[in-house]
């Protein structure tokens, strides 16, 4: 089940496509305006928003331009009979994700839904892998942010990229030269100490408050990221 809000002010359209997604096993939500449907997108969580782009009030290409101004990331399928390619390529560039011509039938309106949705979960599942943990800390390479427990740890780019390799294969040591050309760009031996400098960096910062070492060595192999 999904909650998709309708933004459609033709009634007839309305009732037609809530008693098929109803049916469908969806929780519909009907808004008749460009201002209210605004407001319903950028407040609620849904899963999907259906938008018709000849509202009484605005162009749906607004609506649409504003919700991702929000940052609402909610997918939208535009609905319209405006099915020109110019009107068509300036929906999507506005941030629509698909478009649907009307008169259309339900059975290809559900099509367009379903995948729409499953793209969406698959995003989910992927944007969920850019957020690393390890006990109290927690790596989001979104937003290049690493925090243990409630406190920022502020990294250098290189302290950040060697951290980041550490959790993101903890609990597997790693060698010097793993590290080097993984961190570094440095596919050879040249005697640097950098790894073991720049681990000594990490350490002092992420235990600067007294939390429990992350970083191990294995003495004669390389390095581990690991709990205790």
Same mark, same amino acid.
């Not at 002010?9 to 009907?30: M, P, Q, Y």
């Not at 989910?124 to 892998?129: E, F, K, P, Q, R």
């Not at 502020?154 to 040591?173: A, D, F, G, Q």
């Given at each position: 089940?999904?909650?998709?809000?309708? #933004?459609?002010?033709?009634?007839?359209?309305?009732?037609? #496509?809530?008693?098929?997604?109803?049916?469908?096993?969806?929780?519909?939500?009907?808004?008749?305006?460009?201002?209210?449907?605004?407001?319903?997108?950028?407040?609620?969580?849904?899963?999907? #928003?259906?938008?018709?782009?000849?509202?009484?009030?605005?162009?749906?290409?607004?609506?649409?331009?504003?919700?991702?101004?929000?940052?609402?990331?909610t997918p939208i399928l535009f609905l319209t009979a405006l099915n020109t390619p110019e009107n068509i390529a300036w929906g999507l560039n506005t941030g629509g994700d698909d478009y649907l011509a009307k008169p259309f039938k339900f059975i290809e309106l559900n099509a367009r839904i379903n995948a729409l949705l499953r793209r969406n979960e698959s995003t989910s599942a992927l944007n969920d892998? +850019?957020?690393?943990?390890?006990? +109290?800390?927690?790596?989001?390479?979104?937003? $290049?942010? *690493?925090?243990?427990?409630?406190?920022?740890?502020?990294?250098?780019?290189?302290?950040?990229?060697?951290?980041?390799?550490?959790? $993101?294969? $903890?609990?597997?040591?790693?060698?010097?030269?793993?590290?080097?050309?993984?961190?570094?760009?440095?596919?050879?031996?040249?005697?640097?100490?950098? *790894?073991? *400098?720049?681990?000594?960096?990490?350490?002092?910062?992420?235990?600067?408050?007294?939390?429990?070492?992350? #970083?191990?060595?294995?003495?004669?192999?390389?390095?581990?990221?690991?709990?205790?």
């Amino acid at each position: 089940m999904a909650k998709i809000l309708l #933004i459609e002010d033709e009634n007839s359209v309305a009732s037609f #496509i809530r008693k098929g997604l109803t049916e469908e096993g969806h929780e519909i939500t009907v808004s008749t305006d460009g201002a209210s449907g605004t407001m319903q997108g950028a407040t609620h969580g849904y899963d999907l #928003i259906l938008l018709d782009i000849m509202l009484p009030d605005r162009n749906g290409i607004d609506v649409c331009r504003d919700l991702r101004a929000m940052n609402v990331k909610t997918p939208i399928l535009f609905l319209t009979a405006l099915n020109t390619p110019e009107n068509i390529a300036w929906g999507l560039n506005t941030g629509g994700d698909d478009y649907l011509a009307k008169p259309f039938k339900f059975i290809e309106l559900n099509a367009r839904i379903n995948a729409l949705l499953r793209r969406n979960e698959s995003t989910s599942a992927l944007n969920d892998t +850019d957020v690393l943990s390890l006990a +109290d800390l927690r790596i989001d390479d979104r937003a $290049k942010e *690493v925090t243990r427990g409630a406190s920022t740890i502020n990294l250098t780019p290189t302290e950040y990229r060697l951290l980041h390799m550490l959790v $993101k294969n $903890k609990e597997r040591v790693l060698s010097r030269m793993e590290l080097l050309e993984d961190v570094w760009g440095i596919n050879f031996d040249q005697g640097t100490n950098n *790894v073991d *400098v720049y681990i000594n960096y990490l350490r002092k910062k992420l235990e600067s408050e007294g939390g429990e070492r992350l #970083i191990h060595t294995v003495m004669g192999m390389g390095y581990v990221a690991k709990q205790a």
